[in-house]
Each structure stands twice: as C-alpha cells, then as structure tokens.
C-alpha cells in the first residue's frame, strides 16, 4: 500500500482525533466535529450497531449514543497507549471510557480499542472500535446505584436510571 503521508501527519492526526473526542466528550466540543474527522466513504465499525456508512449514518449513531445520557455521562476518554502503522497509515489506541464522577471522586470506566485508517488530509476512512460489552453492561448500573446514592444525578437522568436500569436503583432511593 502507497500513502503519501509520514508519521508526523499521523500523529497529528490521531492527536486531533483525540482531542476533538476528548472536546465533545466535556461539552466543550460537539460529537459533529468527531463526525467531520471522516470522509464521505468512511465506514465506522461499532460492534453493537453494526457497519456504519458515511458521516451521515455516524452522526445518527453518535448523537443519541455519545451526546444524550447515558453516554453523555462519559465525559473523557483517557488513552493508556497508542500505535502508529505508518506503512498502511493505521492507528491503533487503547482509551478508557470514564464516566463523569459519581459524587464520590471515583473514577468507573470500561476500556476499548479503536482502530483508525488513515485517508489522508486529517481524514479518516475508517474506525472500529473494539470492546467487551458485558464491562458497559456492568459499568452503567453500577455508575446509576452510585451516582443515586449520592444524589448527583438531574431529574432526567434519575428517571432515565429508574426506568432503564430497575436492579440500579438503591434501596434508599425511591
């Protein structure tokens, strides 16, 4: 395979793709500029959903997976490690998906592997990301009970927990 970029383009690529992820993640950004980050053929692949095609079909994915609670409670997405393939132009990271803190100062998050293909102009072309579902299956009630508990969650997002997530609730919560 052919490219015409270098390991330098690579990273910075990758280091704005984890910036503009870690922007919209706080709110201080939004999921649409993680969607402008790939090109009009890319291909997300997310385990659970399936094949994703072009910007259009990921942002309908992001905006209610990623901007709407729950997973608008992961407000960052720390990286332990990441890889550069410059020969085929593939990045590969691990991240943490953390939840926002409970009330508590803990941290509870559930890892993931994302790969990205590299297109070429800051573009992607391609993103799978790769991770154990049962980990976010205990992650949010665990991150519910807690959060109820210390009575940091809003009117919506308690109703969303009680409703969504009945073994989360607390006894003390009613």
């Keep these: 395979m052919s490219n015409t970029?270098?390991?330098?383009?690579l990273e910075s690529a990758f280091q704005t793709w984890h910036a503009t992820v870690t922007r919209a993640a706080s709110g201080a950004g939004s999921w649409r500029e993680?969607?402008?980050l790939f090109t009009p053929d890319a291909e997300y692949h997310e385990q659970m959903v399936g094949v994703l095609k072009g910007p259009?079909?990921?942002?309908?994915?992001?905006?209610?997976?990623?901007?709407?609670?729950?997973?608008?409670?992961?407000?960052?997405?720390?990286?332990y490690w990441h890889l550069i393939?410059?020969?085929?132009?593939?990045?590969?990271?691990?991240l943490n998906n953390l939840m926002r803190d409970p009330g508590d100062g803990s941290?509870?998050?559930?890892?993931?592997?994302?790969?990205?293909?590299?297109a070429g102009n800051g573009k992607?072309?391609?993103?799978?990301d790769?991770?154990?579902?049962?980990?976010?299956?205990?992650?949010?009630?665990?991150?519910?009970?807690?959060?109820?508990?210390?009575?940091t969650l809003s009117e919506?997002?308690?109703?969303?927990?009680?409703?969504a997530l009945p073994a989360a609730e607390p006894d003390s919560v009613s």
């Design 56 to 79: 259009d079909a990921i942002w309908a994915w992001a905006e209610p997976t990623l901007a709407q609670f729950p997973g608008s409670a992961m407000t960052s997405f720390p990286d």
């Design 124 to 128: 992607f072309s391609k993103e799978e």
């Design 34 to 36: 993680f969607v402008d």
């Design 85 to 94: 393939d410059d020969v085929n132009g593939v990045i590969v990271v691990k």
């Design 156 to 163: 919506a997002e308690l109703a969303w927990c009680k409703q």
């Design 107 to 118: 941290q509870m998050g559930a890892d993931n592997i994302s790969i990205l293909t590299y």
């Design 5 to 9: 970029w270098n390991r330098e383009e």
């Design 130 to 151: 790769i991770y154990d579902p049962a980990e976010f299956v205990r992650l949010v009630p665990e991150w519910c009970r807690r959060a109820m508990e210390l009575g």
